[in-house]
């Protein structure tokens, strides 16, 4: 939702030319749809599932690119990260080819 929101609010403020979302997720499809009819701003879909995004989700973007799978897993971080508390694991769910 507020991805959303913010997509929405940076569009009437016209604090971009263009916004790019990484999502596969059809929530988005009223603020995308919202934004390029009714501001008539650019929304693009960087999509990070091997799944096509849906028809409507194509419909509505004005452009659709296929994040490659080497590219997601050199942008994940690192197994193990350090903080001011001490040494912590990013989640097994993060893991690269994680749905």
Do not use: C, Y
């Not at 409507?56 to 994040?67: D, G, N, T």
Request: net charge positive; hydrophobic share 40%.
């Amino acid at each position: 939702m507020n991805l959303a929101a913010h997509l929405v609010n940076d569009a009437h403020k016209r604090a971009s030319d263009v916004a790019v979302h990484a999502t596969n997720d059809s929530d988005l499809l009223e603020p995308i749809r919202l934004v390029r009819r009714e501001l008539s701003l650019p929304v693009g879909i960087r999509n990070p599932h091997e799944q096509a995004p849906g028809h409507a989700l194509l419909r509505e973007a004005s452009f659709v690119k296929q994040i490659r799978h080497g590219v997601l897993g050199t942008s994940q971080f690192p197994e193990v990260m350090q903080d001011s508390k001490g040494k912590f694991h990013k989640p097994d769910a993060w893991h690269q080819g994680a749905a």
